[in-house]
């Protein structure tokens, strides 16, 4: 048994964390969808957006993609967090766009063209001023998964990236079921939280996308690299820059494997990079049982996330008379 089926069987409740185990308790690790192959390649796109300029944001990434696929193919295009129009102001419901607006038709168009997955972030109109920060992944053939931003960054009243007065919180983590596999995704703030990328790796998530906008504070304070050995899983930062008189900022892009080693550091450099994900081998790397220590429960024992998912209660249980 693994570490990471070790942690997921644990905080689910399914074993106590001190009784024995046995391998045969636990799935074999998940195939993509050609059964052929856990390697999926990813093309990493640390834009530096141009603050509210939406239309430009977009065309200048798919010239981006389009010169480095026909370099060598890939699986999986990461763009930042709200790519499209970055931190542009205290409302940024004038930048907003729904999920099948243009920016989406475009990018389909693309994903389309190149057979690729292309995973960007974007405001997502409310109809309100406050707006969803949002990433919305695209499949060939139109399919699209959408995660929202569940914890938002604050800071003083007015602040520039006061985020709870920029955005409606979204209400769920659930990872993505694509044909590559389960993807789980986080945005920014949310990784800063134990917990997030902890309940996606134990719904099933085969490595974890981080698109961000935070200036450098997460590659810098390593949380890339203690995500990634937290949950035995990759984890895959990709943080974008941003041109303009509000929040000009410069990025720092960090990948690192599920056993915590380093496959990317790019700091203040908006290049494209290449990396790719053995998620067969994160799913089946042979680390040393431990005895668990479930981190994030609170009292009683329960998952103060649990508006976010089911509570996991690891107590052990009487035995019936």
């Not at 059964?35 to 390649?41: E, L, S």
């Not at 974008?240 to 900022?249: S, V």
């Not at 209660?313 to 035995?319: F, M």
């Amino acid at each position: 048994m693994t570490r990471r089926d070790f942690v997921r069987l644990t905080t689910t409740g399914a074993v106590a964390a001190s009784a024995g185990f046995s391998a045969s308790a636990v799935e074999s690790p998940r195939r993509t969808a050609s059964g052929k192959t856990d390697v999926i390649r990813i093309l990493g796109v640390p834009f530096t957006s141009k603050e509210g300029e939406v239309a430009a944001n977009v065309e200048g990434a798919v010239q981006v993609i389009k010169g480095e696929t026909a370099r060598s193919r890939v699986d999986l295009v990461i763009l930042p967090e709200l790519f499209t129009c970055g931190y542009a102001g205290p409302d940024l419901s004038p930048y907003a766009e729904s999920v099948d607006g243009p920016s989406a038709r475009k990018f389909e168009e693309l994903s389309n063209d190149l057979d690729v997955l292309i995973g960007f972030g974007l405001a997502e109109s409310t109809g309100r001023r406050k707006v969803h920060n949002s990433w919305i992944l695209i499949e060939p053939g139109g399919k699209k998964h959408v995660y929202r931003k569940t914890h938002l960054h604050p800071t003083e009243a007015g602040g520039k990236t006061n985020e709870p007065e920029l955005f409606l919180p979204g209400k769920t983590l659930e990872p993505f079921s694509t044909r590559l596999g389960s993807i789980g995704v986080m945005i920014c703030y949310d990784g800063c939280f134990v917990e997030v990328p902890r309940v996606l790796a134990l719904k099933g998530a085969d490595l974890i996308l981080w698109p961000s906008r935070s200036g450098g504070y997460l590659a810098g304070q390593s949380l890339p690299h203690v995500r990634s050995l937290d949950n035995v899983i990759a984890t895959v930062l990709v943080e974008g820059g941003q041109t303009g008189p509000n929040l000009p900022t410069q990025s720092f892009s960090a990948v690192y494997s599920e056993n915590g080693s380093r496959m990317i550091s790019q700091k203040n450099d908006d290049k494209p990079f290449r990396v790719d994900i053995d998620v067969a081998r994160a799913g089946s790397c042979g680390l040393p049982l431990m005895r668990a220590r479930i981190v994030f429960t609170g009292r009683g024992g329960r998952n103060f996330m649990g508006r976010l998912g089911r509570s996991f209660d690891t107590r052990e249980r009487p035995k019936a008379a």
